[in-house]
């Protein structure tokens, strides 16, 4: 047996939700440059359930029942009301509030295709409230409910903010949103693939993802990239402490890829949005650090700056506190994680590859006393 450590190039399955060919994304075939400029993240939500764009009652059905199905349980609010809250990072509570979701769900256990549908739609519903309402319980603050005739991308900030936002704040979510829906068989979404594929139900696959999704080589970068940016505080302090970081071995967060080597293809429109964001906000420091940063790390490692990097930035300049921003990559992410665990379901089988055994060899049992 051959091992490939970390399965690096490993095709562990057929997908036909996206595609990551010549560091160029599609969803579905369509170029991630084509959706960020032009589609809403519902049209996005939909394409990756059913690999087309949807007919504009085909939209209108789906934000509908996006809409009225954000409430949640009375029950999972008071849960969120039952620890010590402010001691608690929002991923792991995302984490148990999807588990503790699933105890809600009648149909949690039904396996048919269309009970998944509906499960579906609950839980990419229900996660944007999930993320605001823990928000603003931590906040002490009032939960809002969500306003009929926004979008799903308004109505998430509204939800956070309790006032509605404007439409570049729209935009930049909406696009946000668009950009971290789906990415091939990362992490997250193989755990995903894992979990289901034996036959365990949407809810636990979804757990499972976001539990791998939380960790820092993942989408828990884009937090540590806004901490990052706050301890180098001035542009000019940039260079010196990455130099710093890498002469102690140290990863750069928000920088290098597993896949792409010239570049992701995300990045560069939440760069431009970040440039327009902190320009507007006063806060240009971030975007100019950011670009620094990214510069030197490309010149003397080659590597990329990923989709983690600016979105730091991007959030900063929306004024949304640092431990949402992994939250909001799953809010995003539930649609891609659901495509595939639906896909998984389609065609199904065991994922249960090998380990090589590297441990010692005829060991004899020694009774306890002879130690
Ligand atoms: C949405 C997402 O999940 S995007 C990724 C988010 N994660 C991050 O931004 C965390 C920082 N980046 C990383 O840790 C990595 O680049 C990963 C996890 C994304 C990809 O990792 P891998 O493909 O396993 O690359 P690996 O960690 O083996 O690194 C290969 C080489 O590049 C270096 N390298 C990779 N990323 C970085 C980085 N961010 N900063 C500095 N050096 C890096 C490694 O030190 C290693 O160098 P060496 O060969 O001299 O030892
Ligand atoms: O694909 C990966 O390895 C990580 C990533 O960029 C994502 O999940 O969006």
Redesign the pocket.
Known sequence: MSTTK?L?GVVATESKISSIIDDQLTYAGYTIDDLAENASFEEVVFLLWNKRLPNKQELAELEKALFENMTLPDGLVEHFKSYDIHNVHPMAALRTAISLLGLYDSEADEMTEEANKRKAVRLQAKVASIVTAFSRIRDGKELIQPKQGLSYAANFLYMLNGEEPSDLEVEAINKALVL?AD?EL??STFTSRVCVATLSDMYSGITAAISALKG???????E??MSMLLEIGEVENAIPYVKE??AN??????????VYKTG?PRAKHLKKMSKELTKKHGMEKWYEMSEKIEEF?KSE?G?PA????YSASVYHSLGIKHDLYTPI?AVSRFSGWIAHILEQYENNRLIRPRAEYAGPTKQVYTDIDER
């Open positions: 970390g690096e971290h990415h990362n992490a820092p080589l993942h989408g828990g970068a884009n540590r990239v970081k890498m071995k140290e990863k750069i967060m928000g920088m290098g890829h597993r992701d790390i490692k590597l990923n989709v983690d990097f990559f």
